[in-house]
């Protein structure tokens, strides 16, 4: 996995530059980049292993585990996170 540092103040970090890839790992893949409702990001990924709840939601130092990606979606729904769209560095 790659080492992220991310400097700024919640709301203020450009999350468009960031890829859902950039945070896979040995045994999660990255889908999704969202923005927290207070600004900061949050990682959608799955596990690449049969495990029970392989969907994962990644928030800071908190991580939520769920059984499907519905699942974990309409969480993010409820509590107003925002699905962020990549943009391509020129």
Known sequence: MKQIKLFGVAGDIPLEHLKAEDFTDDNYTGRLVMRHP????AILM???KPVPYPW????GSTSLHFQTRKE???Y???RFYTYIKPRKLV
């Open 38 to 41: 207070n600004g900061m990001p």
């Open 46 to 48: 799955d596990s690449k």
């Open 56 to 59: 994962k939601i990644v928030y």
């Open 72 to 74: 974990a979606m309409d």
């Open 76 to 78: 993010c729904h409820e």
